[in-house]
């Protein structure tokens, strides 16, 4: 049970698996105005950054869940380097089936919504680990220009239009499973050049140190495109946010 080779080398330097930069998500854990010990479950919680600073800014405990196991070593040593590892544990194990045991202050999955097959059963499954009156937070595309066509839709990760919604409609959604939107943090192009361009250098330097590799053709090719494909595409039509929820 892990992530293919291919996205462990491509996020290798990463410690934010999504388009948010430390700020961004520094501005998150602020929104929240959680109390100091507040509980916090990360379901697919990649190298744990959210927990782990988190925990040393707001005090937060939490438990962090991912199916990498190179994410969850960093996540690990991360823990430690801030000296918050009596705060923080990780989990290697499936998140779409994963409960807590105590329910928690917040529970989040930021950019897997795969993990409950989609938005609704994402929400379905934070809201059995959530104690009445917590939050919820969901990562999530969007947007941000009409897709132009197929070629469009595909470069942004997507087999279809209809896989993303724009922002209103994505907000109108999570009305709709019966939450409120009580706050939101949006990535900007910025945030998305940096989660990307990072991806570029990893497989630049794993190319140079990997050349016998049985991945160095796949991954020499995927960077061919890479940089094009951000700018024309990814960059000008795809947004991402991370909306917290309370239920009504």
């Not at 199916?67 to 590892?85: D, K, M, P, Y």
């Not at 330097?205 to 024309?232: I, K, S, Y």
């Amino acid at each position: 049970m892990d992530l293919p080779r291919s996205f462990t080398i491509r996020e290798s330097g990463h410690r934010i698996h999504n388009p948010f930069d430390s700020t961004k998500l520094a501005t998150l854990g602020e929104v929240l105005r959680l109390p100091p010990a507040a509980r916090l479950l990360d379901l697919a919680c990649g190298s744990g950054e959210m927990l782990c600073t988190w925990a040393r800014d707001h005090r937060m405990i939490g438990t962090g869940v991912d199916i990498s196991t190179v994410f969850l070593a960093g996540a690990e040593a991360r823990a430690v380097e801030l000296g918050v590892a009596d705060r923080v544990e990780f989990v290697h194990g499936d998140a779409s089936g994963y409960v807590a045991d105590t329910p928690v202050d917040v529970a989040a999955c930021l950019g897997a919504t795969w993990i409950g097959d989609g938005v609704p059963g994402t929400v379905a499954l934070l809201r059995r680990s959530l104690r009445p009156g917590g939050m919820m937070l969901v990562g999530e595309p969007y947007w941000r220009r009409e897709p132009a066509d197929q070629a469009c839709v595909e470069a942004c990760h997507a087999t279809s239009r209809d896989d993303f919604l724009p922002l209103p409609e994505t907000v109108e959604r999570f009305a709709a499973l019966g939450a409120d939107v009580v706050e939101m943090v949006l990535a900007d192009q910025d945030s998305w050049d940096r989660y990307a361009a990072a991806q570029w250098l990893n497989l630049r330097r794993w190319l140079d140190e990997n050349p016998d590799d049985e991945l160095h053709a796949e991954l020499r090719a995927e960077l061919d495109t890479a940089a094009a494909r951000h700018v024309r595409y990814q960059r000008e039509y795809l947004g991402w946010g991370v909306f917290v929820l309370m239920d009504r």
